[in-house]
């Protein structure tokens, strides 16, 4: 079992890296990546992962897709807790080495909403719902189904992070939020980024079950 937490600790790395990486180097060289060019490294990072190590740990790397398959039943509720530790183990090692990196960076690539809390708050849990939707239904919880799976998923989150990303900076995922702020100490507004991501993927759940037959949750 342990070469799933190895796979969800390495691949939450790589994407924390590469992700909010490319974040941080926009804001300390004023801009050379762009808006675009972050929402493209988000999306192609993470299907790069999916198709890395989707077929041992499912891919998951993000606390709030762990506590929805769960809720599913795709994925044992006593996994829960190694799965998002070996995430946010992952998430802080990125933010870690990037700190080394650009010290003079403010905010490490971390999530801080343009909108007031609330409306954040919103569009956190709809864009996490809506990454959800996607995930539940080409994947098992355990492991990814199909050659399309990355591409879908990685698809979703360069579009989330396309129009999103100038409003919330598009997290989606608690592990992602959670390794900046804390290794850059700007705190304001996280708590938004730990509990929407998590309530709109459940979410997404339930909706499965209501489009789709009764046990479409439990054994797709």
């Not at 675009?36 to 999306?43: D, L, Y």
Request: net charge negative; charged share 10%.
């Amino acid at each position: 079992m342990t070469h799933k937490y190895i796979s969800e600790t390495i691949g939450t790395f790589a994407m924390i890296f590469c992700g909010t990486g490319a974040m941080t180097i926009n804001e300390v060289t004023g801009g050379d990546v762009s808006h675009v060019g972050i929402a493209i490294t988000w999306g192609l990072i993470v299907m790069a992962m999916i198709y890395a190590f989707g077929d041992i740990s499912g891919a998951h790397f993000n606390p709030a897709v762990t506590i929805a398959f769960a809720f599913a039943k795709k994925f044992e509720w006593k996994e829960v807790p190694k799965y998002i530790i070996a995430q946010c183990i992952g998430a802080i090692a990125a933010s870690s080495i990037l700190l080394f990196l650009f010290p003079e960076s403010e905010f490490l690539g971390g999530t801080h909403p343009s909108l007031d809390d609330f409306r954040a708050f919103v569009l956190e849990l709809l864009l996490t719902y809506f990454l959800m939707l996607v995930i539940i239904n080409v994947s098992t919880g355990s492991k990814e189904v199909g050659m399309m799976a990355g591409i879908a998923i990685g698809g979703v989150v360069l579009l989330e992070a396309m129009f999103a990303g100038p409003m919330t900076n598009a997290s989606m995922n608690p592990a992602r939020s959670l390794s900046p702020a804390l290794l850059s100490g700007n705190w304001k507004s996280q708590w938004l980024y730990m509990i929407a991501p998590v309530i709109g993927a459940i979410l997404a759940v339930l909706t499965c079950r209501l489009v789709k037959s009764d046990d479409c949750c439990n054994n797709c």
